[in-house]
Structures are given as structure tokens and as C-alpha cells.
């Protein structure tokens, strides 16, 4: 009955990238350059993605503010961020080609910051050995997406010249958005969504896409993220057959904002910290020294007083425990507030202004002044800032292999690069990490889309059955009225969320969760939404709903499973890393309409890459099995170098 | 704990609408986009705004509040006074989509047509090197958010539509600047092409886009005067002006700003009629009707699948060499016949009406 009353639009494209944002952009520009017909699937405008919020910069080891830097040292600090959990080869390879990537960028007219050479400037950043980020002030997230997006308007130039049409070969659809993906056995064949303007329907038959959807931080009440990340890809790919890794793994900021409210969640940078900025609670307590773990106890101060020389006298005296690592942190304020010493707003106080004149806040931290200033009205020279723990960053993601960007699963022809790929951050994405991953990743999965475009000897079909299922499921919510209103599904499933699968977990609750997005599942199956399809934000959030149930399933199931403390997950029943379960990936799949939980080994690295360690260090991390593993090898090793001395 | 507040907020789509009220709490510390999303999920569902990062960085949510183009998310509630009626519509510059939203289309297509970053041919990726100081001038530009606020206001084509195909507007303005000052950019037409295809010299430096930039980007001191000034050394130099009279047209050199007057040269849509300055109106019905259209992004009827031809452009007849008994189908092979209709792009005018 639909297929006739429904008008679809139709494109046949070779490959169909799914996301505008770093991750989507790059990986269209290379899929383009191997001559493929590419569209580009963008959820809001053109240019608008998520990746305009990263500040930071971009990693990679090109050394040149310290010429010691280079792929292994960057290796050995993403595998050591991601407490040994990452896919390894992924985290090579990211290593090994972000300085070209960030090269690449300059031909593409991006301007970085320099050093005094004329070379492109390098920040520290927490848990980067040398400088290593290449940034623009605090706004590189926006340089590296104005770039791509330019770079793809000199791509559409050069078409125009050629074909006489700037859309001749790479399309960017704006505010568009994907529901379905079609298979053709176990075949991509197309992706099926309709535009946000009219509420239209799409088709794109294509035989290769490339997921570049970013996180699913939309699950949480206080997020960093946009209202884009409703964990589309990531539902999307489970749907088609792929699998997802490590969805227990969540990296929550300690120090978002929290009042307004207006701006909770937004990020307050950890230089405030790193500047003599403390803690405290609403008693005007300075309580991160009850929060110093055993482990760190001997790098850390013991009192104020020695806390306080640090900043002027690192050498004699301990870090302040306000730098301890951000899982740290942000489970300190958590403690506090869930014990009843937090503000109103559910944060705790960030104070510099007592700490610093006026003068040296505004010069040390001006980005910061200015964003309280107009955002908050509040002034940090002032007066404290209220901060506490907020959705950043999912490490989990579509299961890939690592050099083609391939999904695993059932699904041929389908791809994955950023944040909705799981595996490159293990369980905690270092900061900077995130920009490069794009780039990289990016690159790979749109030329390896191409490449299977080319090996493919037939185009995959689209079935008109599945097209007229796809109408259906995206029409139902605005033919029925008997349903609830979408946006207080999303705040119920929030509440669930964060109250239940957030910073730090328990059996109980995570058991609690599940039964409650069960329940969820039931009331989202049944969500309705009033008004047309033209441009209805609504139904918009009607539709997301389901992919935000499913992913979330997916993170309350693993961190159910992980009985562990590891990165971005936190089990207060079970605190400490457990080596064995350092060697478990937890790959989520769905059967039918539920999540199915599995667990998988993870890959063992090469020998001359687990060589690049320290055994002191390996040692925190391994099993005693793999420890007598190393042990043999470098003992070969130092036989074999032996060998050829004599 | 929240007070109630008046709101009227524009709602419709391009046949028309008008200001809805509506009573709403606001609780302290809000901007308005929080007040829209309140709205939205309480009243009015489908009220349609633009929003992403609600933190000033993506220039998505931007509106007229209070007959001020603004960003939402950047509108705190407390700069208003309490029993003040907020009054939020669509920017005007643009097509009505529905509500809050516009079509902003316009801003994009004029992106595609400026001439993009030509890297320098004789360095390698990772050979760059510039001076901070430099590239700091770009920078300012680059810090550009395209919350098209400055698109919005610019009186050449807020209320003039038929500017809308000579004039490219600030962001675009800005945009050549960029790569005027871009230390190492390989073209030298810059200047040239701000004047002779973006419209540059309809500005008249009302400054209105650098007051409501969000990024307190210098748009008019910095960008368009800079380049004015220089634009007119050329244009005034009695020296080019001279090279000018004696290269017989159509010999002119590509950076003479009488380009656009020559047969060979790329047409300049800036001379080429229904151009009128902020005083005057247009008569040129045809250039105003190709105005009003604009560019439409998703409409496109998709092409069908071309055949397989070799490298003179012609279908492999050979049967010899091929491996079926005849040419191949012009359609491409993937089509079969009769297309099932579900493959037609084609909608009968009535089709709806016959199928209830």
C-alpha cells in the first residue's frame, strides 16, 4: 500500500558515506579521488558536525617541538591510555601515518599554528610524552572540518570543469538522514533515510557504505555531545549484521559544566586544573585528597601546602591530586555529590579565582573566561565555577578490521571510521587522539569502500520489500496518536542512563537498567509524534529513539558482563583491573530484535611492537601467561643479537 | 522555581504563517534555544529549529530575536526584561522552510563558486612553512562559525532578492580574504574576483555584518576594506588603466577588472544584468526570476545509468571481442525492461487523488 501513495526518491552512487564530520568528510574525499561517484549523507548542514567542538588539536608524532617524538613513543602512549585493551594495529597504523594526514590538511589550505620556524606548532596534552598536538588556538576541530568541507568544494570545482556539474561525482545531501540500510543477501545494496526539510523519502542504491556516524552521548542527560548523537551508525551497523566492541567503555569529562543549565555538560579545559584551578565541595572542602587510590599515592601530595608549591616547584614537591588521571576525578565528584555535599545543580566547584589575580586568569585562560563569561555570566575571576562529570567520548564502536575499516559480522561492503568504529582507544581515548583517528581511519575506509567497489562483479539489488518495510517503520510514529510525546522517552531512557549505566556502575543497577530499557523498548515501539513531515523535529526524535535503545542496551549489557575497573568503565564491585579480562573483548550482535552478548579474544601483538615496553610496565597490565610469553621472546631476542655479535 | 515568560514565535512554512504566543517557564541561567526546546517538548512538538552544539562553536541556531539576528544558544533569558514579550522569527534574508528554519542554500552555492585554496606547486605535503604572524590574518577569518548571520543582515540582499545572483555577501567576502592573505596560496586573482564575481562593490561598509558577528570577526576592517583598498589601487592605476586601452579585448590580461566585459573571459554574473544597488529596484524580469530560484540541493532527477563506452566515447560494437551477441544495452546492462514502476522517479499530478 505504501510503495504506491509513497513518493522515493532514487540515486545510485558507488560508494554512500553516512556522516559529515571528520571522519565522514575524509573518507568521502578519498573514496572521490579513486573516482568513485561518492554522496555524502549529512544528519545537519553541511559543515556543522560534531567535530567543530574539539579544541584541543590533532595528534601526531611529526617532532616538531620535540625531534624524540615519533610513531612509537605515540604508539606506546595510545596503547598505555587505553590500558593495553586497544586493537593494536589500529593504533599503529594511527600512529604510524597522522603526521601525513596532518600534512595533507596544509594542501588543503588549512592553517595551523607554527612554530618559530614556520613548521606546525605542538602542544602537550594529559598523557602525550612530547607535544604532539597540531592545533589552531582552541578551535582546531573547526579548522580540520572547514578544511575538508573546502577541500571537497575544490573536488566538486574540479568536476564542474570537467562534467559541467559540481554533483558530476560527490554529493553532499544536507540534513538527511539515514534510517535503514539494504542488503542484498549479505550484500550491501543501498541505505534508505528521508531529508528533514520535507520529510521525503530517499534511497540511495549504492554497493559500498561507510558509517562515519559519531557517538551516542544523546543517551545521557549531561553530555558534551550534540543532538546528532543518537548512536545512528552504530544501530545501523548492528541492524545490517556488523558488530560492535568495547560498548562498555564510556569516557565521561570530570569537569563539565553544570549551571546553567543551559550549557550543562559543555567541556571546562583541564588547564584550569593544570593552572592552580581546585576542588571543592559545598562544605568548602578541598576534597580530593581523601580521593588519592593506593596506586598513585607516592605521586601525589599529601597536603595543601605541598600541593601548592608544586605549581612552582614540580621537582621537590608532588602533583596536586586534582591532576590525578580524569576516571579519578570525575568519580571523586561523583562521590561527593551523590553524598549530599554537591550544589543544587549536581556538580561540585572549580575555583581559580582565589587562586590567581584577575589579570593572569584572563591571560592564562581566556577562551575559559570567555565562554562563563558568555554563556554562564558568570566570571571565573571572580566567582567559582560549578562543574561536574559529562558524556565526552564512546571508545566502543562497529567492530572493523583495522586496515581496511571493513565491519566485521555477516555484512560485506560495509565500512566504519571515527567514533562509531570500536577498537583504536581500547578503554580510554586520550585526549588529541580523537581528531587524528578521523583522519586516519577516514582515509582507509573510503579508499578500502572503493576498492571493494571495484572487486565486486555484480551490483547488489535493492528489494523492493525491504524498501516498503523501511517506509512503514518510518512513517508509524506519525500514524498513530495513541503513543507518548518522543522528547519524554528520550528524557526517561536519559534518566536511566545516567542514573543507572553512568560513571560508576554496580550489578544491581546495571540489572535494574536492563529491565527498565526493556521496558523503554516497549513504550519506544509505541512512541507517536504529532504534525506533518516537513521539517518536524518530533518525528525526527520519534525515529532516533530506537537506535539510542539498541546502543544503550548494548553498554548496559557489557558493563554488566566486564567485572572489572578498566578506563571508561567503572564497577564499584569490582575495582581494580583484572589481567584476564585485559585479554576479553565483549562484541555485541543482535539476533532478531535483541542484543546477544559474546565474549572474544583480543588480538595478540607483534613481537616487535610489545618489545617497544618495559616489563615493570607490561607487568600491570598482563597475565602471568603472556609476562612468561615476553620473557621468552626477549630472551630470544637477546640470543639472536648474541648470534650475530660472535 | 522557573517564571513565565512571553514568547511569540514565528510559525509557518514558504505559503505563509504568522507569530503564535505562547506562555512558557524559563528557569534561571537559560538562553532562548532552551526555551525552544522546552516548547518543543511540551507545546509544540514539531516547532522546527536548527540547533547542534548549543555552545556558540557550529552556528546552526541562528534566528532574529527580537528583530536581531542572533544565535539561540548564545540569547541568555537574563538580557531581557521580565515582563518583556520575546519575539523570535526566521532569518529574513533567506527562504522560509518551515518555522524557525530557512533554506540557507544561497550561502552554499556562492561557497562553491569561489575559486578554492590552490596549493603552491613546488612544495610537498609536510614542506609548508609560514610564520605564525602570517597566517594569523587568515586565522581571524577562518574563525568563521557560518552561522551566516552577517549573509543575514547585509542590507544588499536582506530585502533584495534580486541581488542574491551578483553578490556573494560578507562570509564570502571574508572568504577571498582568506585566501588574498593565505601565505602561500598559488592564485594571485583574489582581489579581482571578489570585485568582478562576488560583488564586492555593492558593499557600502555599513559595518551591520561585523556588529553581529558571534566570533567578533572584523568582517569590514579587516576583510572587505582591506581588499576594497586594494582592489581599487588596481582599478584606478593609471598604468592598468593604460595596458587596458591599448591590449585590443579579448587580449586583456585575466586580472584586468574589465574581464568581464570580454567575450573569452569567464562570464562575470556581476555584469551580466539584474543588478541593482540597495537604492534600486530591478526591471529585469528574467533576472529576477533566475534569482528567485536559486539552487535547490536535493532535487535532482538521477541520470540514468550511462553505458559502458570505450575511449572514443562509443558503445564497443565489436562482437568479436565482446561477450554477448550484440551491443550493449544503452541503459547500461544493470537495466532490465520494463522498469518495474517502483523504479520510476516518475509521480502522476494525480496519482494520490486516484488512490483514496
Redo the contacts between chains.
Sequence with gaps: MT???T??????YDVVVIGAGGAGLRAAIEARLAGKKTAIISK???????T??AEGGAAAA?GNVNSRDNWQVHFRDTMRGGKFLNNFRMAELHAKEA??RI??L????A????TK???I?QRNFGGHEYPRLAH??D?TG??LI?TLQ??I??L??EDKREHGS??ARIK???E?TITELLLDGDRIAGAFGY?R??GEF?LFEAPAVVLATGGVGRSYKVTSN???YTGDGHALALRAGATLINMEFLQFHPTGMV?????KG?LVTESVRGDGGILKNTEGKRFMFDYVPDVFRKQYAETPEEADRWYTDPDNNRRPPELLPRDEVARAINSEVKAGRGTPAGGVYLDIASRLPAEEIRRRLPSMHH?FK????VDITKEPMEVGPTCHYVMGGVEVDPDSGAAYGSVRGLFAAGEVSGGMHGSNRLGGNSLSDLLVFGKRAGGHAATYVDQLA??PRVA?AA?ETAVETALAPLQRDTGE????LQ?DLQAVMGDLVGIIRREAELEDALVRLAELRERVAKVS????R??????HLALDLRNMLVVSECTAKAALERRESRGGHTREDFPTMDPQWRRVNLVCSLVGDTVRLERKPLPKMRPELIGLFDRAELAKYLTDEELTEFDALVAADAAAAEKEND | MGTKRQFRIWRGDADGGDLQDYTVEVNEGEVVLDVIHRLQATDAPDLACRWNCKAGKCGSCSMEINGMPKLGCMTRMSTFEEDETITVTPLRTFPVIRDLVTDVSFNYEKARETPAFAPPSDLAPGEYRMQQVDVERSQEFRKCIECFLCQNVCHVIRDHDENKQAFSGPRYFIRAAELDMHPLDARTDRKDYAQTEQGLGFCNITKCCTEVCPEHIKITDNGIIPMKERVVDRRYDPLVWLGSKIFRRGQVPQTSVTSGHSPGAVRSSAASGGVHSHAGGSHDAQAETQAQQGVNWHREVPHPTAPAVDASGKLPLTELTFDRAAAPSPFGDDVTFPLPPEHLNFAHPEQDERDH
Excluded at chain 1, 549551571?259 to 550549557?263: D, F, G, H, L, Y
Excluded at chain 1, 558568555?374 to 555570566?377: E, I, K, S, V
Excluded at chain 1, 516537513?534 to 518525528?539: H, I, K, Q, S, V
Design positions: 510503495t504506491t501513495t513518493r522515493i526518491e532514487r540515486h545510485h545537519s548542514l553541511f559543515g556543522k558536525a560534531h567543530v567542538m611529526m603526521p601525513q600534512w595533507e596544509e594542501t588543503y589550505g592553517l595551523f599554528d607554527r620556524d614556520g613548521k606548532s589552531v588556538g578551535r573547526l579548522e572547514r573546502q577541500k568544494v575544490s566538486q570545482q559540481y554533483d553532499v545531501f544536507s538527511t531529508y526539510e520535507s530517499v550534540s543532538w546528532e549551571w546553567p543549565p543551559s550549557v559543555i565562554q558568555g554563556l554562564a555570566d555484480g551490483r523492493v524498501v510525546n518522543p522528547y519524554t528524557q509524534a504529532s504534525g506533518g516537513r521539517y518536524n523535529p518530533g518525528w
